[in-house]
């Protein structure tokens, strides 16, 4: 199964890292904090996008298992070197079907 997104930020400030976080049969809520910290989440890094910002990402998954992913991205502030991170606003909900 892949996963398609498009992936922006501000001009100037320098992409330390981006890509998705996954969680399997999640029995909570997960719009309300899947992120890189979440306890059993998976980081699936996207280094590599085209000229337009997007990238395509397998998620290897069992038949039948519901699972959740939402985007991020770590950038670097230019004028501070503080890293932020930042998250999709969509949590999306896949469930593999054969």
Do not use: W
Not at 85 to 95: D, H, Q
Request: hydrophobic share 35%; charged share 15%.
């Amino acid at each position: 199964m892949g996963i398609l997104a498009t992936f922006s930020h501000l001009s100037g400030n320098t992409i330390i890292d981006k890509g998705f976080i996954s969680i399997k049969n999640s029995g909570s809520n997960p719009e309300t904090g899947l992120t890189l910290d979440t306890p059993g989440a998976t980081i699936l890094s996207a280094p590599d996008t085209d000229s337009q910002g997007r990238v395509i990402r397998a998620i290897k998954t069992e038949y039948g298992n519901t699972f959740y992913v939402r985007g991020y991205v770590t950038y670097e502030d230019p004028h501070t070197g503080a890293a932020t991170t930042v998250y999709s606003n969509n949590v999306v909900m896949a469930v593999k079907n054969k």
